[in-house]
């Protein structure tokens, strides 16, 4: 259970700017969630409205947007479905994952600033 | 305050970021790992399952690596068994208690190298909290990640723990002189394990009869090469004040800007990778602060 310790990194992060813009409040938040990046989405949710309580964070919105996980080979651009072999057989290429399966980032905060 | 028409309603802001989430962990993982890299020291993150056979692959490892300085630091929940059965094996050994935390992040060995000779070391064994899931995602500095599976966990494992396995740059897999007593198929795990990983690394160990202990010390040597090739072009070695207390309660999760490196030269992080040889992978945009170009030691 590794959420918890997202959420807190989260929202340190989230004060800090916030401190640095002389926001007075968090209306909203936008997070980016590859399905590869181990976290599981309802736990992040979950420690999100536990963790918030006392902080800047305590009515923000969450907004988690996910991306599934996708492999391509690199040199023919061909997909791989789940399950298969990670390997383009034509091309002799490991499969490559494409950068927002294993995303997890901050992308996006809604200030208010008096 | 409004500016554009004067009505008083508070502005409402949005501020881009774009930020990995544990871009904290990474810069000191990056720290970590410029260090290993300027003493030379091969750092490995070992990860698997509770029972997994990590430490009795170190214990093993002991045996038949005579002659390399082999040191470790041993993540447990609760006890300092790992690091007092390492000792005894001959490999200097400290405990990490980790308290409720189910992984390691860069912070807690970061904090683990100040009173531990691991400079002197060639190879420097992080053995992970007992866990498929969560490690997998924390960058500490290592030069690769190795997982051990046991042939008692069952060939399914790589298809469900893909996260583990795809960051993996070798897997173990222990205990195979059990495989005769078990309904164990190893040609169909090495199969799940091509449909997680691109281009998996599989070697077959028994801790308890030294199979395949030669090929595991055959790795080590041929990942240490350059990070030993690499120790004389690095950065001098450098002192920093540490501004964060040690004391270890260990909660875990600090991106605590209170560490004040000082550092007196431009470090290159030439930013690793557990993925040498590996093709270069994504990188996001956005990536973070200072390590461009690290976008990704990717927990990937």
């Given at each position: 259970?590794?959420?918890?310790?997202?959420?807190?990194?989260?929202?340190?992060?989230?004060?800090?700017?916030?401190?640095?813009?002389?926001?007075?409040?968090?209306h909203g938040l936008?997070?980016?969630?590859?399905?590869?990046?181990?976290?599981?989405?309802?736990?992040?949710?979950?420690?999100?409205?536990?963790?918030?309580?006392?902080?800047?964070?305590?009515?923000?919105?969450?907004?988690?947007?996910?991306?599934?996980?996708?492999?391509?080979?690199?040199?023919?651009?061909?997909?791989?479905?789940r399950g298969d072999i990670l390997r383009c057989e034509p091309c002799g290429a490991p499969a490559q994952l494409t950068p927002q399966s294993d995303a997890l980032l901050l992308d996006a905060i809604d200030m208010e600033i008096p | 305050m409004c500016t554009t028409c004067g009505c008083g309603d508070p502005?409402?802001?949005?501020?881009e970021l774009h930020e990995k989430i544990l871009a904290g962990n990474d810069r000191i993982a990056a720290h970590n790992r410029e260090h290993f890299r300027e003493a030379g020291v091969l750092a490995l993150n070992i990860m698997g399952s509770p029972g997994s056979g990590k430490t009795a692959l170190l214990e093993a490892s002991a045996r038949v690596l005579g002659g390399v300085r082999l040191g470790a630091v041993s993540a447990?929940?609760?006890?300092?068994?790992?690091?007092?059965?390492?000792?005894?094996?001959?490999?200097?050994?400290?405990?990490?208690?980790?308290?409720?935390?189910c992984h390691l992040d860069a912070e807690l060995v970061h904090r683990s190298l100040h009173d531990f000779p691991w400079r002197e070391l060639d190879v420097f064994f992080i053995e992970n909290?007992?866990?498929?899931?969560?490690?997998?995602?924390?960058?500490?500095?290592?030069?690769?990640?190795?997982v051990a599976l046991s042939v008692t966990e069952g060939e399914d494992k790589p298809l469900?723990?893909?996260?583990?396995?795809q960051k993996a740059d070798l897997v173990l897999v222990t205990k195979v002189d059990l495989v005769p007593h078990l309904d164990f198929d190893l040609p169909r795990l090495e199969d799940n394990l091509r449909r997680v990983m691109p281009d998996p690394k599989v070697l077959r160990v028994s801790a308890r009869t030294g199979e395949g202990m030669q090929a595991w010390k055959a790795w080590l040597e041929a990942r240490r090469a350059p990070v030993v090739a690499g120790r004389s072009k690095e950065?001098?070695?450098?002192?920093?004040?540490?501004?964060?207390?040690?004391?270890?309660?260990?909660?875990?999760?600090h991106a605590h800007g209170a560490t004040t490196h000082?550092?007196?030269?431009?470090?290159?992080?030439?930013?690793?990778?557990?993925?040498?040889?590996?093709?270069?992978?994504?990188?996001?945009?956005?990536?973070?602060?200072?390590?461009?170009?690290?976008?990704?030691?990717?927990?990937?």
């Open positions: 259970m590794h959420e918890y310790s997202l959420v807190e990194a989260l929202i340190r992060r989230v004060e800090e700017e916030a401190r640095s813009r002389r926001a007075v409040a968090i936008k997070v980016s969630l590859g399905e590869l990046a181990g976290v599981d989405p309802e736990l992040f949710q979950t420690a999100f409205e536990t963790f918030r309580q006392g902080t800047l964070c305590e009515r923000t919105a969450l907004e988690v947007v996910h991306y599934p996980a996708r492999w391509v080979c690199p040199r023919c651009g061909k997909t791989f479905a | 502005e409402l802001v949005p501020v447990d929940l609760a006890t300092d068994n790992d690091a007092q059965r390492l000792s005894r094996a001959g490999i200097p050994s400290k405990a990490i208690t980790t308290g409720q935390a909290v007992g866990n498929l899931v969560c490690p997998a995602i924390y960058d500490l500095g290592q030069e690769a990640n190795v469900k723990y893909p996260v583990m396995f950065a001098r070695p450098h002192e920093h004040a540490h501004a964060h207390p040690h004391e270890h309660t260990h909660e875990h999760a000082s550092h007196p030269h431009a470090h290159q992080h030439a930013h690793a990778h557990e993925h040498h040889g590996a093709e270069e992978r994504h990188q996001h945009g956005g990536g973070d602060h200072g390590h461009e170009g690290s976008g990704h030691d990717h927990e990937h």
